[in-house]
């Protein structure tokens, strides 16, 4: 019996001072040059929804500045992909799906870093072009015991802070999540 292909997987540190990390196809944002067409596109809420809306953006937002771990996780239509038994102990929270259209590319990164040309920190890889559904899970990697080291950084073999599951999205699949908070309140 031969065994499907291991699902691709990629783990990035990024960082953000804006408060939000994001996966964004590369080729959608070619005119954002400087800050000024940067903020004209993505400095409001509604302009990150409206490219959410046509799966060129995906946020992994908490509202919190600061370096994160993010592990993204590449499946295909003959090899789902989904959390190991070690991350689905320690996930905290799950996002809805939303829409991503690759162009043969995606970027990793602050927010604040997306644009034409990548930042130093950003993230690249390939991602055949493509329409794609991503689930965002929070994971809880300091709860595992040994995840962090004495001096508070996390250990060699801690978790990530996020996993990003990708799989090809079906011709039925049409409802994807279009917020810029990537997980539902609690009280929500």
Same mark, same amino acid.
């Given at each position: 019996?031969?065994?499907?292909?291991?699902?691709?997987?990629?783990?990035?540190?990024?960082?953000?001072?804006?408060?939000?990390?994001?996966?964004?196809?590369?080729?959608?944002?070619?005119?954002?040059?400087?800050?000024?067409?940067?903020?004209?596109?993505?400095?409001?809420?509604?302009?990150?929804?409206?490219?959410?809306?046509?799966?060129?953006?995906?946020?992994?937002?908490?509202? @919190?500045?600061? +370096?994160?771990?993010?592990? &993204?996780?590449?499946?295909?239509?003959?090899? $789902?992909? =989904?959390?190991?038994? #070690?991350?689905?102990?320690?996930?905290?929270?799950?996002?809805?799906?939303?829409?991503?259209?690759?162009?043969?590319?995606?970027?990793?990164?602050?927010?604040?870093?997306?644009?034409?040309?990548?930042?130093?920190?950003?993230?690249?890889?390939?991602?055949?072009?493509?329409?794609?559904?991503?689930?965002?899970?929070?994971?809880?990697?300091?709860?595992?015991?040994?995840?962090?080291?004495?001096?508070?950084?996390? @250990?060699?073999? +801690?978790?990530?802070?996020? &996993?990003?599951?990708?799989?090809?999205?079906? $011709?039925? =699949?049409?409802?994807? #999540?279009?917020?810029?908070?990537?997980?539902?309140?609690?009280?929500?």
């Amino acid at each position: 019996m031969t065994l499907p292909p291991r699902p691709a997987e990629t783990v990035s540190a990024v960082a953000t001072d804006a408060g939000m990390l994001a996966l964004w196809d590369p080729q959608s944002f070619t005119d954002i040059v400087d800050h000024d067409t940067w903020d004209l596109q993505l400095g409001e809420d509604e302009g990150v929804e409206r490219h959410i809306r046509t799966g060129s953006l995906v946020p992994v937002n908490i509202r @919190s500045d600061g +370096a994160f771990g993010v592990l &993204v996780r590449v499946g295909g239509l003959d090899r $789902p992909v =989904q959390l190991t038994e #070690r991350e689905s102990r320690y996930r905290l929270v799950s996002s809805e799906a939303y829409l991503f259209c690759s162009s043969g590319q995606v970027w990793l990164g602050g927010i604040e870093a997306v644009g034409a040309e990548p930042w130093p920190g950003t993230a690249q890889f390939d991602l055949p072009v493509g329409r794609y559904s991503v689930v965002i899970h929070l994971i809880a990697w300091e709860d595992e015991a040994g995840s962090v080291n004495e001096d508070g950084t996390p @250990s060699a073999a +801690a978790l990530p802070d996020f &996993v990003a599951l990708v799989t090809p999205a079906g $011709p039925e =699949q049409d409802m994807f #999540r279009s917020d810029v908070e990537t997980f539902d309140h609690p009280d929500s």
